[in-house]
């Protein structure tokens, strides 16, 4: 049920502006592709929006895009080794480890491991940057550690600025925050080694 407090979001973090740059200064390039390949789109699919391609040849250990896909930011992050040591740090304080409870659409089965990711590019994360409490864009607080509105034993993740839930490097929701459920992980695949299509997989479009 809404409070009082959640009714009163402001507005204009609901609106899933695109940020442009996080945490490393590499700005998304989001470009929306013709469809191709032998799948035809479903009608929802063609309804709900095209794929949208990414060029991440210049997206840097450590540093995250934002692109936009059918009008929502979509996080690529490319994590280094330690944030993946920190995705297992986060595992005891999550309230979804294994991410049972999907949000606004099914996980992708490639995805269905701790790290949320394709095994074979398991540093590359892409989430939809909807928090699942009301909408708001979470911004990024890779840094571990103290500091304000994080715990002292913050492992790395994400802050909804909202109403203070977070998420780890995977997009998985911590316990006893507002956000019930973690972030969206939307199909996906690697045309090539750098460019990654979101919307769309070896099975078709979302
Ligand atoms: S919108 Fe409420 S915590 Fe994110």
Sequence with gaps: MRDKDNDRVDGSRRTWLIATSVAGGIGGVATVVPLVGSFAPSEKARAAGAPVEADISALAPGSMMTVAWRGKPVWILNRTDRMMADVKKADPGLADPNSEHPFSMPMPEYCQNEYRSRTEHKNILVAVAVCTHLGCTPTARFQEGP???LPDDWPGGFLCPCHGSTYDLS?????????????DI????FASATTIV?????????
Excluded: C
């Design 186 to 189: 939307p199909r996906y695949m």
């Design 147 to 149: 500091q304000p509105n």
């Design 198 to 206: 979101i919307g769309k997989d070896e099975k078709g479009e979302a």
């Design 171 to 183: 997009g998985r929701v911590f316990k006893n925050k507002p956000a019930p459920q973690n972030l």
